[in-house]
């Protein structure tokens, strides 16, 4: 067992994880654990853009208030206001470091870069990298990491546990290599920047979803998890059942797409004045309503009817994209349907990213900052993992200054991490472990999705019990690494759906038809492991 040991260890290498590695290395020493599925991650399939308060004609009040509104009464307005005050430097800080974004081809536009409209907002406050923003942050920021000699990066390691000393203190991560060996990787402080939980469901709009494994991570540790119920179904995914996923950004409709139900009727005007930029919660319900009603599966989405020069310049991705799957988005409606796509619960933090769990931090869609409330706003994702990031790094800064105590010990069970040959030797069937995902996930779906009853809830909380069952029988003992994660995933949709339960309210992304109206004076929801059955604890 290898024990590096470095001043911060990052898990994961998104937008959050890069931010916060550059923003630390010139002082502090990196350890970066990016494995390439992150390339898979949502950052890198981030479309829109980022939002923030760059217009002359925008300001930090309306930004608040649009994302209140849209956070439908549970935004912590404390983190609205620091995330929205610091976001203007945030984008700063990435023009400065090269991200190439998309400029206004108007000569005597107020802002040098072209800002689009998105669900939610009532100004163009989008910067966008034409339609593939997040690509292009993630390309350029990880250039800079790969260049930088104070960050070691880690792309052969799964990690599976944190560490903590006997004083419950986080003191770095375990996990293991391409050849099942274990690994402990020691650090004064542990971020996780791990992403979100859309991998619990059967569609998403990412290719390589994470099932919340860094959230359960940190709850053995004793994290808090705020939030979970509130999983954002984006809108408009690219329906295509035999081709991979992929996400149709917002700025669609931002930019005048209509949704047209299976007569052709533009239907999202009779729902709400806003139509097609109402908050994702409203359009996804209003979508899904349309697909039941239907029989083909799907709504459409149209943009035919703009210029083709602007859907060109706007939408490279996307045209190329639907081009290769047969779809010319110029000329032809695009068919769409909601996919699983963020998660606005997490692990509690502070504004600095700090867990309840001394010297462990969360950041990105991992965390839960209180930002989103019961609906996250449109490209405020990107724009929280930057704030959070640049804020958890002044704050390690900061604490370099001071001597870190040493670990007041670790659990005996650390001191030797190497597996036994009989472990090495443990052939376990993925097959079988991936015929428990896929089952988690369609119970996911079909019960804890748009569109929720109790009695469905119900349903979903018996039949993850049984899948658990059915893991302990395959690997009682934990053996196998895609057993741990599996493990993680069951117990993060067991909570999810005990958060569901404990709602007894419609509000935001969370929606039963048992309760269809609000109730006065809710509050955000706290979760731990001890909630679950006695196995989550052991």
């Known amino acids: ?54 217009s002359p004609e925008d300001d930090l009040d309306a930004h608040v208030r649009d994302t209140l509104i849209a956070g439908d009464g549970l935004c912590d307005e404390d983190a609205v206001r620091f995330t929205v005050t610091h976001g203007p430097d945030a984008i700063q800080w990435l023009i400065d470091n090269g991200v190439p974004f998309t400029p206004d081809p108007d000569p005597s ?9 998105e669900g939610g907002h009532n100004a163009r406050r989008i910067i966008h990298a034409d339609d593939a923003t997040g690509r292009a942050v993630v390309d350029t920021l990880y250039q800079k990491v790969s260049a930088h000699p ?3 990066q880690r792309s052969d390691l799964t990690i599976l546990h944190l560490i903590s000393d006997t004083a419950g203190h986080c003191v770095g991560a375990r996990g293991v290599d391409q050849q099942h060996h274990q690994q402990a ?20 709009t990412t290719p390589s979803p994470s099932s919340g494994e860094g959230m359960i991570m940190a709850a053995e540790l004793g994290a808090n998890l705020m939030n979970l119920e509130f999983q954002q179904f984006h809108p408009t995914c690219l329906f295509d059942p035999e081709g991979p996923a992929f996400l149709i ?33 409203v359009v996804a319900r209003a979508i899904d309503a349309q697909i039941q009603q239907s029989t083909q599966g799907h709504v459409w989405l149209d943009i035919s009817h703009l210029r083709e020069t602007a859907i060109r310049s706007h939408f490279p991705t996307i045209l190329a994209h639907c081009i290769s799957r047969g779809i010319d988005i110029t000329r032809q409606p695009i068919p769409v349907v909601p996919a699983a796509h963020y998660s606005c619960g ?14 462990l931090y969360a950041i990105g869609e991992t965390a839960y900052t209180g930002l989103h409330g019961a609906n996250r706003m449109a490209s405020n994702s990107l724009l929280e993992c930057l704030v959070y990031a640049r804020s958890c790094a002044k704050y390690l800064l900061s604490q370099a200054k001071h001597p870190q105590a040493q670990a007041e010990g ?26 428990i995902r896929s089952e988690m996930r369609s119970v996911m779906s079909q019960y804890v999705s748009i569109v929720r ?19 302990d029988e395959l690997d009682g003992r934990r053996i196998h690494p895609e057993s741990v994660r599996l493990q993680q995933a069951l117990w993060l949709a067991q909570l999810t759906v005990l958060a569901a339960l404990q709602r007894k309210e419609s509000r935001g992304l969370h929606y039963t038809t048992d309760w269809p109206e609000r109730q006065h004076n809710a509050t955000a929801s706290l979760l731990s492991l001890s909630q679950l059955s006695p196995r989550a604890m052991a």
């Open 346 to 359: 997490g692990v509690a933090t502070d504004h600095h990213g700090a867990t309840h769990v001394p010297n």
């Open 453 to 471: 009853s109790h009695q469905g809830l119900c349903t979903a909380r018996d039949k993850l019990t049984e899948l658990e069952t059915q893991l």
């Open 109 to 117: 536009a107020s802002y040098p870069y072209h800002l689009t409209r």
């Open 185 to 204: 990787l020691f650090a004064k402080h542990t971020v996780l920047a791990t992403g979100g939980a859309s991998g619990l469901y059967r569609h998403t």
């Open 249 to 281: 950004s917002e700025a669609v409709r931002g930019e005048g797409g209509y949704l047209l139900n299976e007569a052709g009727h533009r239907f999202m005007p009779d729902i709400d004045p806003r139509a097609e930029l109402a908050p994702r919660d």
């Open 1 to 54: 067992m290898s024990t590096p040991t470095s001043d911060v260890l990052i898990i994961g290498g998104g937008v959050a994880g890069l931010t916060l590695a550059l923003e630390v290395a010139d002082h502090l020493s990196v350890t970066l654990v990016r494995p390439a599925l992150d390339d898979q991650g949502a950052s890198r399939w981030a479309q829109g853009g980022i939002a923030a308060v760059l």
């Open 410 to 435: 670790l659990p005996s069970t650390l001191l030797d991490a190497t597996q036994s040959p009989e472990q090495q030797k443990h052939s376990l069937s993925l097959a079988a472990l991936n015929k």
């Open 150 to 152: 104070n960050i070691i």
